[in-house]
């Protein structure tokens, strides 16, 4: 097995980047299901680093669900259908199929959670979506502070439904979809486009205000889909 391992920069915190590294290599399949690493002194020599710098690598893999350590034996990457957490590179949403598929799982999550924070939201999730909104008008173009005012406004539709899990699963996806909204935000200048995304999440804001779940289902799933469009996903509508 020849697995392509740089030299870790000392200035990261080493366990995290040296873990974040196997990670991707079990991943992209280059380290197989079932497959044992190299040894604590293979990749402590490898990565010019300590053993127990290793040892605290494979701990957080370990935790990750991505490996399974066995007493004097060693570590052996796990099948995906046995792991236990999400691991997804940003390196990977640049291949648009990947991303699409991300896409995908966005949509039904999403839809869901408009409809749950439009039953559940109280007054002090709608001043957050409000002042989130208001961060993302004014401009002729899309600015990196808007941005991330889109992505709080999505954050706070998760929080509005009151569920720690819509929180957690949209807030996850959020950080990786940032990348593509960047890239639309790049690609589409125009001021008729920022207006559209604009008008979208009002319509939004204004179905959850009216505490109307089927209309906010609705006025998400045109938002996602429109949005899709923008990136060129191509998405099936059903």
């Given at each position: ?113 408009a409809g749950l924070a439009a ?67 790049e690609a589409a200048v125009l ?48």
């Amino acid at each position: 097995m020849v697995i392509d391992f740089s030299q870790i920069r000392r200035n990261e915190h080493l366990p995290a980047r040296i873990a974040s590294q196997i990670g991707r290599e079990i991943s992209d399949g280059r380290i197989a299901p079932g497959e044992k690493l190299p040894t604590e002194h293979i990749l402590a020599k490898t990565f010019g680093v300590s053993r127990s710098v290793v040892r605290e690598a494979i701990a957080q893999l370990r935790n990750e669900g991505l490996v399974e350590t066995r007493q004097g034996v060693g570590a052996f990457a796990t099948d995906f259908e046995h792991r236990q957490s999400i691991r997804i590179e940003q390196g990977n949403l640049a291949d648009q199929a990947s991303f699409r598929s991300l896409f995908q799982l966005r949509l039904p999550l999403e839809i869901e959670a408009a409809g749950l924070a439009a039953a559940n939201h109280t007054a002090e999730d709608l001043v957050k979506l409000d002042e989130a909104l208001e961060q993302m008008t004014g401009g002729e173009k899309w600015t990196e502070k808007g941005v991330l005012a889109d992505l709080a406004f999505h954050r706070q539709i998760a929080a509005s439904t009151h569920n720690e899990y819509f929180l957690l699963f949209l807030g996850f996806i959020a950080e990786r979809i940032h990348l593509a909204i960047d890239t639309a935000r790049e690609a589409a200048v125009l001021t008729e486009i920022v207006e559209v995304t604009i008008a979208e999440h009002v319509a939004i804001r204004d179905a959850l205000a009216s505490r109307d779940p089927i209309r906010a289902r609705e006025a998400m799933r045109h938002h996602l889909h429109g949005a899709a469009s923008r990136l060129d996903l191509q998405l099936k509508v059903y």
